[in-house]
């Protein structure tokens, strides 16, 4: 077995490499993670917001009725 044989493609190993994609892919789904959850913050907050609307006048509604 020659040196480039055991080297793999120009000189670096396939453990590197396997290791430098998984490295990709976790720093990839850490960001996707943190991009996920403040979407969902912000799409909370827009939910609670037309809650609150809602109640207030439901609220005004009874308010006037009595």
Known sequence: M???EATGISGYHI???LFL???FACFGLIISLI???FCSLSKRSKQLDAIERKVDLIYEHMKKSE
């Open 21 to 23: 994609l998984f490295s």
């Open 35 to 37: 991009v996920t959850y």
């Open 15 to 17: 453990g590197d490499i």
């Open 2 to 4: 020659t040196n480039e």
